[in-house]
């Protein structure tokens, strides 16, 4: 071999004569046979051969071996098939002379000049096209995506490829189809076309390698975690500990980070107070990776500007501003591709393929927040110019001005929001990085489809392949190969421009990483041959909550901490950062004593960051072919919600912005969410059973303008298909219910909202807001949670509309609870998540935490949820009279209720949320006057009953004289 490739001789300098195939002959007896001996000298050799990427990438290799530098690129996954072919489909490639010769017949010119030549390298889960096996710049690749179970053969397989007929008997074809392209492509004979089928098909069908495999609830992704494969996952409660993690996953990037978003603002802080957080700015952060050669991919959503003042387009020019290796895609074009209705949807920050952020938080204003939900922040320290975000009383105009006020502090509070998010690891988060890219790949196909100025990116597989890595290379070594290496292939050089139309496309990494000396499968790159991590400051993060604001740099999440498998349940479910190793506590400490690194949590903070745990997670998404090209309309998070639901044993709580539903038979609304809720409850009640469904929902939908307004006919209309759903005629699940249970039914079902209070400044006015419930979260039975960014309507569900991304957790990891009275086994995950949510909403301290720890006995459903709703939302129609609430049925008695207290006050919120200076009471007679901040001591935590009868007496649907009523009502639902 060395002779063959003598013009390369100095490449081998690093391999050994003696590993050089000592006395291979073979052994008396057994002409036809190595000795054992001879195979292990010769796999020895060939592991440290082909483990050294320097040597096997080298042109005198690849032309040895017939391969590509595609072929011994570990992170791309294993070798299938590589060869020259033709397609017509790419623009002019620049051909040198002896380019120009057919591959088929090697005659100059014998085909139409349509038809080029390049290099096809089959991978498990894409195929790509390259101008020669040594270019690094890949012209096309073809991303696997998710086909119909049969392609009417008879045989149920997906068919990837076919082959094709030609009229011309000297030439051979077959077409490659996935998503929304179709390819043909030629090759030598008909043979060599028969053997690309073949592999093209059967890579689609080998799971988990084959992505056109239909997984369970009909999602792209197979259920991870089965197996020890480093499936991880960790929540975060509210904004201000999800930005935290956030900012530092960014901070410690490498390679490439990959955002997608609703709505992206520049200037928003990931860290407060602001003034001493400067650099935590978002573009800040991007910049200074942007700088060391971290590629940047941002895929932001193009709204209707006529419906939306979120202003894509400013924070575009600020995002490609920053640096060129920040590139910028808003999608969809509205007049090119006919989509108008719907919207992208998700919220996605991935990085380094190693770990993805998930859930409802955008990047953007008005998300930071904390268990507190402040509703003033006067002189501003924590929401700078327009992140003091309210958008029930204005939305701005501009964004451009983010420093500037747009609401005056001292009369007007900010919405808090409440929102959850979790980080995942492992094949889930190359799962959701294979989504990324597929509607990159798809968005960029679009806007700049002829763009040749910078290269494509390949699709990242199996970071580590036992077949390629030799077992004596230091993993630091390994790790620093492979990230010099995917820097070599897939980046352009920094220098390359950062225009509008200079957009690669992505190409996903797969989700199964390899142990290169076991071959088992593996967290990638956070653990080395011998299972330790190899960067043990990268895994989960630890998050500190003050019990009242720091006035100077505070201190959240310093690091990521590791918790691997060792520890237990009762160390780790404090759920703002596992305790060490060997720690004990007893069942009645585990969440009144936790040890945060070298921080110990006082007994009266409550966690907003959960433990990191091993889980068995599935990516679940709503996407069809406006949105990401796909072939199939995927609706996997409406069917997983569907399924958890009905198979729900004890108690199913949700969080979600919207609840609109329908019952079996509904033709308006499509989504089943509600007939699965329907049905399991039906079931509960004829097997008496305790079964509780609790669902919490914002107080009014986030728009602008006052329930009575004339531009308020959007509020209006998202409110009357909520109470369809919810309370109101034949097709609500309240009134379904009452006619089966009658007033037993609210033991099984009851809706929530949030609210929160406080003064503007020192001496100022009291203020309250409803709290924002942004969250897109189920919790069922303690041991499963369903979080991503979709809503519980029509627009997030059905997959035809808005384009969402979510995740399925399902704990394996349990501590002893009870339930209903009975022991229970929960999961890590999903219990130490709901007490989060429930001490917050309660305003429980830690040392009450076991008060809840069973969510379905009277004690607690009864007793205290219930009973901590009825009173907090006494208090605050006391002291505000705020709106929503149940004693107001017509617009009439709204109007009449709004002028009386505005006339009393002389000024209020859009929504009556300002106190006035003393509340009159009777006592023994006589009026007595008290502070509205010594009632509103009374309140616990945020938790206020949902008004199921606000409005009753009114068509909340939009007028034939408001622009709204022109609209389709799908906008709305």
């Not at 010769?101 to 390049?118: A, E, G, I, M, P």
């Not at 609401?407 to 995942?424: N, T």
């Amino acid at each position: 071999m060395r002779e063959v490739l003598k013009p390369g001789d100095f490449l081998f300098r690093d391999v050994p004569s003696s590993a050089a195939l000592p006395m291979i002959r073979p052994a008396l007896g057994r002409q036809h046979s190595m000795s054992d001996q001879a195979k292990t000298a010769m796999q020895e050799y060939l592991n440290h051969f082909l483990g050294n990427l320097d040597i096997v990438n080298s042109r005198e290799v690849c032309k040895f071996m017939g391969a590509s530098k595609l072929s011994f690129c570990p992170e791309y996954g294993s070798k299938l098939k590589e060869e020259y072919v033709l397609v017509k489909h790419l623009a002019k490639i620049p051909n040198s002379d002896d380019d120009r010769k057919c591959c088929t017949c090697n005659w100059f010119n014998c085909c139409n000049d349509s038809w080029q030549k390049v290099w096809a390298v089959l991978k498990p889960g894409f195929l790509a096209l390259l101008k020669d096996p040594f270019d690094a710049e890949p012209l096309d690749i073809i991303v696997f995506d998710v086909l119909p179970s049969s392609d009417g053969n008879g045989e149920g397989r997906v068919s990837l490829a076919k082959e094709i007929n030609e009229h011309n008997p000297l030439r051979h074809s077959f077409m490659v189809s996935c998503g929304n392209r179709s390819i043909a492509i030629r090759s030598r004979n008909k043979s060599k076309v028969r053997d690309w089928v073949a592999a093209i098909n059967d890579a689609g069908l080998r799971p988990p390698e084959g992505w056109c495999y239909p997984h369970r609830f009909g999602s792209f992704a197979p259920l991870r975690g089965l197996t020890d494969d480093g499936s991880q996952a960790q929540w975060f409660v509210d904004g201000r500990a999800a930005f935290e993690a956030i900012a530092l996953a960014i901070e410690g990037a490498k390679s490439e980070i990959f955002i997608c978003g609703w709505w992206l603002c520049p200037e928003l802080y990931l860290r407060r107070p602001f003034q001493a957080h400067a650099s935590s700015r978002l573009d800040a952060l991007l910049e200074a990776k942007a700088k060391q050669g971290v590629q940047i991919y941002i895929l932001m959503y193009k709204e209707l500007a006529l419906a939306l003042k979120i202003n894509s387009v400013y924070s575009k020019k600020k995002l490609v501003a920053i640096h060129e290796n920040v590139r910028v895609l808003r999608f969809p074009d509205h007049f090119s591709s006919g989509v108008y209705l719907w919207s992208h949807h998700e919220k996605l920050v991935i990085v380094d393929n190693e770990v993805c952020f998930i859930g409802g938080l955008d990047l953007c204003f008005g998300r930071y927040d904390s268990y507190e939900h402040k509703v003033g922040d006067d002189p501003p320290m924590f929401w700078p110019g327009k992140d003091y975000y309210n958008p029930r009383e204005s939305e701005p105009n501009s964004w451009e001005d983010t420093m500037k006020d747009e609401l005056d502090r001292k009369k007007y509070p900010r919405m808090p929001w409440h929102d959850v998010h979790c980080a995942l690891w492992g094949p889930p988060c190359r799962d959701v990085a294979r989504h990324f890219v597929q509607r990159w790949n798809y968005a960029k196909r679009n806007k700049a489809p002829n763009e040749q100025a910078i290269p494509l990116l390949m699709p990242q597989q199996h970071m580590v392949i036992p077949h390629y890595m030799g077992n004596n290379r230091e993993p630091e070594v390994v790790n620093s190969t492979f990230l010099e290496t995917h820097k070599v292939i897939n980046r352009k050089d920094s220098s390359s421009s950062g225009s509008s139309e200079d957009i690669p496309l992505l190409i996903p990494q797969e989700a199964d990483g390899l142990d290169a000396s076991s071959g088992q499968l593996k967290l990638n790159g956070l653990n080395d041959f011998h299972g330790q991590p190899s960067r043990p400051s990268r895994t989960s993060f630890s998050f500190r909550k003050s019990k009242v604001e720091p006035l100077v740099p505070d201190m959240p999440m310093r690091d990521f901490v590791d918790e691997r498998d060792t520890l237990n349940l009762e160390q780790e479910l404090s759920s703002d950062v596992a305790m060490r190793p060997g720690m004990k506590s007893s069942d009645k400490e585990w969440w009144e004593t936790q040890e945060r690194g070298n921080l110990v949590v006082s007994a009266d903070e409550t966690g907003q960051v959960g433990p990191r745990v091993a889980c068995r997670c599935q990516v679940v998404r709503s996407v069809s072919q406006w949105s990401a090209g796909t072939s199939q309309v995927e609706e996997s998070i409406h069917k997983a919600y569907c399924s958890l639901i009905e198979k729900a044993e004890h108690f199913v709580y949700i969080e979600n912005q919207f609840f609109i539903s329908g019952l079996s038979g509904d033709e308006i609304i499509r989504n089943r969410v509600l007939e699965s809720i329907s049905r399991r409850i039906v079931r509960a009640y004829q097997e008496k059973q305790y079964f509780r469904v609790i669902i919490v929902i914002p107080l009014l939908p986030g728009f602008q303008g006052g329930l009575d307004d004339v531009g308020a006919a959007s509020v209006r209309a998202i409110m009357h298909w909520q109470y369809r759903t919810i309370s109101r005629g034949h097709n609500s699940i309240l009134q379904n219910l009452s006619d089966l249970l009658g007033p037993r039914v609210h033991d099984y079902i009851s809706f929530y909202g949030l609210r929160a209070h406080g003064r503007l400044s020192d001496d100022g006015l009291v203020a309250s807001s409803p709290v924002y419930v942004h969250s897109k979260v189920m919790i069922v039975d303690d041991n499963t949670v369903l979080v991503g960014s979709a809503n519980i309507n029509d627009r997030s569900l059905l997959g035809l509309r808005d384009s969402e991304i979510g995740v399925l957790i399902e704990d394996k990891e349990v501590v002893e609870s009870c339930m209903g009275g009975n022991p229970w086994k929960a999961g890590k995950f999903a219990l130490s998540l709901r007490l989060s949510l429930w001490s917050e909403h309660l305003g429980l301290h830690s040392t009450e935490i076991s008060k809840i720890a069973d969510p379905v006995i009277d004690s607690t459903y009864k007793d205290i949820w219930m009973a901590t709703a009825r009173t907090n939302t006494m208090i605050y129609q006391d002291v505000f009279s705020c709106l929503p609430n149940d004693l107001i049925h017509s617009r009439a008695s709204l109007r009449q209720c709004v002028a009386e207290r505005k006339g009393k006050l002389g000024h209020t919120t859009i929504d009556l949320g300002v106190a006035p200076e003393n509340l009159e009471s009777y006592e023994d007679g006589s009026v007595k006057g008290m502070e509205p901040m010594e009632r509103l001591e009374a309140v616990k935590g945020h938790l206020v009953s949902f008004p199921t009868d606000f409005m009753c007496q009114e068509d909340l649907r939009p007028m034939f004289k408001e622009s709204e009523y022109y609209a389709s009502a799908q906008v709305f639902h």
